[in-house]
Each structure stands twice: as C-alpha cells, then as structure tokens.
C-alpha cells in the first residue's frame, strides 16, 4: 500500500478524505485535510484511493519485477549483439538461442519485435489489469469501510472480521450505496498493521512487543557468566511426607539455569512459597557440589556448580530483599534486574520453565496448564506422589533426559555443554 502512495495522491485517513502533500519519512505521510488542516501520520494508516489512469493503466517500468527485467536485458543484450553488423545468420541464431533458452522461432519474432521499439520493456510481457494495491470503490464505500474499522475493531473488544463486515454491509445498505465483500474489507484490515493502531486493539504493552524491536540473543562467553534464577509452581498436586498429616498442596519450584551451557545449576522444590530461603537454598545449591545427587535418591551425575558471575531475576519480593543484594555483593556477584513486564530479558529460563513444568501434566494428580484443560479432573483425589518423591521424579527428569538431549539452541546436550567449556574445548 505504501509504495503506490506520492504526492498529491488522494487518501482517506480515518473516514476523511486528503491529500498527500510530502512524505517525510520512509512511514509517514504529510497530508493536506483542507480546511481541518494539515497533520503527519503513519503511511500504513491512509488508504489511497487511485484514480481511473492507474487503474485502467497497462504495463509501466515500476510494474515489472527484477527477474522479468533482468530476464529481458540479457536477451536485449544478446539481439543487440545479433543485429549489430546487420541481418544475422541462422548460425548464429541458434547458438544465442541455445544460450538463452529460447526456440530459434521465439527468438527471430523477438528480434524482429526488437527492431520496431528498441527497448527492454518491450520484452517483457505484463498481464493487463490494475495495479497491485490499488483501491477501487467509490470513496463512500472506503469512507463507511474507515469509520467502521476506526469506531469498532480498534477497540478492545476486539470484534472479528466477519462482525465488522456485517456491520459495514449494514451500514452501506442504510445509505443506499453498494456493500463490499467480505475479502475487500478483509485487505483494508491489513493495511492497518502500525503500532498506534493495534494499541487501539490489543493494548499498548502486546502492541509494543508485536511492533517494537525487543533484545535477541544473550551473548555469553563462558559457563558461570550469566545464571537466571526465578520460580513457577508445579502442575501437580503433591501430599505431605509426614504421614501424620494428611496436607496435599501445589509445591513451588525455584530454579537456577546456566545461560551459557543451559544446565541447570540448583534447584528447591517445597510447598512454601518464594521467600528469600527459597532464594538462599536454590542458590546454595547451584554453588555447592552434588554429585551424584544422592539427597534425591537418584543416583544420577550432577556436577555443574560454581559461583556465578552475574545473576538475573525479576523484580520479587525475595530478589530486592536486603539480605539478597549483600548476599550477592559479598561474593563479587553482579545482581541484575529484568525490567518490568519485560520477560522477553528472561526469556533462557521462561523457556525452561515451560518445558520442565510441562512434563508434570503426565503425573497423577495434575492440574494441568489450565481450567479448560483440566475439565473435570480432581487433582487433589488424585495425588499420589509425596513431596520428596516429587523431588526425585523432578531430578530424574532433569538429569537422565533434559541434560543428555541436545538442545535446540546448542545443538549438543546441556551436559556435553558443560564438560566441554570445563575441559577448556572452545566455546559451545
């Protein structure tokens, strides 16, 4: 849409009609309103409406692709080279025509169609009709398309498409004026991707990740280099070891994550809630030796541990404590904050979370990842795993599957990861 816009093209701009005085900037557009003004707005906010030369036009330059263009001159080239000296012979003909790829019969008409015009556009076959992007209907009918689009879909309830057609075809039908079809509407819906738009629609915070460039891959140098620590509950509901108390709850896990190898340095898992013990255990476990990881009962090799360089985590209650910071401090620990709403900083650990957590809904007892999917299943009648047996299950799973599988990132084991940095092999 915005490649057909220029100067003085005529556009409608939320339901008002303009026309285009400068465009200052690859994605504006300054428009002359008449006497409501002149304002600056987004390219892919304005629908331009063609006039009848563009749209009953044949075949322009703009209109041809750079494989035809590119197509065309190298025959130009070669039927230049051809007639140069004059008629050329039927020998030599057919070696260019070997060359290009052509019947001998295609290339002399082309030859001889060369002749008349002498141009490369004149090679080129344009099939007939408008262009692409060019807005047809009557400047009423992409008045009501506007006002429609503007008064209900750009707006947080979010209507569908095909109540907002309905609506434009009532609407047209009121003022005697023929409706569009469903596809038409559908198209203009399209040209309304800006951010300023969907902010409208889905809220300024989805909007701005949808539109706004957000931080790609983390650069690591080493393992220890950057460990992301936060906490999700698990999808199971677990009972009590105590077998004097009959308490079944949802248990938390806290996790730490070695950015750079992606294993998993330390974990506690219990039905507190995050607090900074939880914080204080988790990390006192990624920081002390442990293999094997008998206090689980899984007799499995645990051996990535250390004192990290840099710690990430979110804004909590346990992360901004006191007691947490000089912790860090004390041991020459960077402690670095995501900013809020941002997880997309976190996104190492996030991802992790999601994985591991998943593996839960395949115990008895699981709460699944929601209402709808859970149906009418009973976590709570179901539970059968005790907390320490939750425990053990959980570092099973992460030490005999999610450590020896090769991740999608790494392309090698989270494990091999690891020996490899510690046994000084290069970078993973």
């Not at 105590?242 to 330390?266: E, K, Q």
């Not at 620990?333 to 998943?358: A, D, K, Q, W």
């Amino acid at each position: 849409m915005a490649s057909e816009l220029r100067v003085g093209q005529q556009v409608l701009y939320q339901a008002i009609q303009g026309s285009v005085l400068e465009m200052p900037g690859h994605d504006t557009v300054l428009i002359d309103f008449g006497e409501l003004g002149v304002a600056t707005v987004g390219r892919n906010e304005v629908i331009a409406i063609a006039p009848a030369k563009d749209i009953l036009a044949g075949s322009t330059l703009s209109r041809i692709s750079n494989e035809d263009w590119q197509k065309a001159a190298g025959r130009a080239d070669a039927i230049r080279t051809l007639i140069a000296s004059g008629a050329p012979t039927r020998g030599d003909v057919k070696t260019a025509a070997s060359k290009l790829g052509l019947s001998e019969r295609h290339l002399w008409r082309l030859i001889r169609d060369f002749r008349q015009h002498e141009t490369i556009s004149g090679l080129v076959s344009l099939a007939a009709g408008r262009k692409t992007g060019a807005k047809v209907l009557p400047a009423e009918v992409e008045r009501v398309i506007t006002e429609m689009i503007e008064t209900h879909f750009l707006q947080p309830e979010r209507w569908t498409r095909t109540a907002l057609h309905e609506r434009i075809v009532m609407e047209c039908e009121r003022r005697v004026i023929k409706p569009p079809s469903f596809k038409t509407v559908s198209s203009r819906l399209d040209d309304y991707r800006s951010r300023e738009s969907q902010r409208k629609r889905i809220g300024a915070k989805a909007a701005r990740y949808q539109y706004q460039p957000m931080p790609g891959h983390v650069e690591v140098s080493g393992p220890l280099e950057r460990v992301e620590i936060d906490h999700t509950p698990l999808d199971v509901m677990v009972r009590s070891d105590d077998r004097c108390c009959d308490y079944v709850g949802r248990p938390w896990l806290s996790i730490a994550i070695d950015v750079y190898t992606r294993c998993i340095l330390g974990i506690q898992i219990g039905f507190e809630v995050p607090s900074i013990l939880s914080v204080a255990l988790c990390l006192t476990h990624a920081v002390l030796p442990k293999s094997p990881a008998a206090e689980f009962g899984v007799p499995l090799d645990w051996g990535m541990h250390g004192i990290p360089k840099e710690i990430v985590v979110d804004n909590g209650k346990d992360f901004v404590s006191t007691a947490f910071r000089r912790g860090c401090e004390q041991y020459g620990i960077l402690l670095t904050y995501r900013p809020v709403g941002s997880p997309h900083y976190g996104g190492t650990i996030e991802r992790l979370i999601g994985t591991m957590v998943g593996q839960c809904h395949l115990l008895p007892g699981t709460t699944k990842n929601s209402v709808k999917a859970r149906r009418d299943y009973d976590s709570v009648k179901h539970a059968a795993l005790t907390l320490s047996q939750a425990r053990s299950w959980f570092v099973e799973q992460l030490l005999g599957r999610y450590h020896l599988l090769p991740h999608r990132t790494l392309r090698i084991p989270p494990e091999a990861a690891w020996k490899r940095a510690m046994e000084g092999e290069g970078g993973v």
